[in-house]
């Protein structure tokens, strides 16, 4: 089994900054991509970004491209994401997620592994 923990969360005002942790133990060797995912009230759970094991693909959605940044740290088994020029519409619980499959993916059924999340909330 693989645990991911996330961390930087919190409260921030609209053009601020935060990064984004996750620190993955366990079976941390079976993990190959991983992924950035939020789900705002009321709204279904939405891919934000991946990065595949080697740190060297990543995928963004159009919604934070240019703004957040995913990065990984292997030696620490943790993934980040960098977010700035924030929105009150990022305003979201931020879920981290890993896949046992090479590759990276923009679908939920594909992360096999879940954090528990991290309050986001961006004030106007």
């Known amino acids: 089994q693989v645990q991911l923990v996330e961390s930087g969360g919190g409260l921030v005002q609209a053009g601020g900054s935060l990064r984004l942790s996750c620190a993955a133990s366990g079976r941390t060797f079976s993990i190959y991509g991983m992924g950035w995912f939020r789900q705002a009230p009321g709204k279904e759970r939405e891919f934000v970004a991946a990065?595949?094991?080697?740190?060297?693909?990543?995928d963004y959605s159009d919604s934070v491209k240019g703004r957040f940044t995913i990065s990984r740290d292997n030696a620490r088994n943790t993934v980040y994401l960098q977010m700035n020029s924030l929105k009150p519409e990022d305003t979201a619980v931020y879920y981290c997620?890993?896949?046992?499959?090479?590759?990276?993916?923009?679908?939920?059924?594909?992360?096999?592994?879940w954090g528990q999340g991290t309050e986001v909330t961006v004030s106007s």
């Open positions: 997620a890993a896949r046992d499959s090479i590759g990276i993916s923009r679908s939920t059924p594909n992360y096999k592994y």
């Open positions: 990065i595949n094991l080697s740190g060297r693909t990543k």
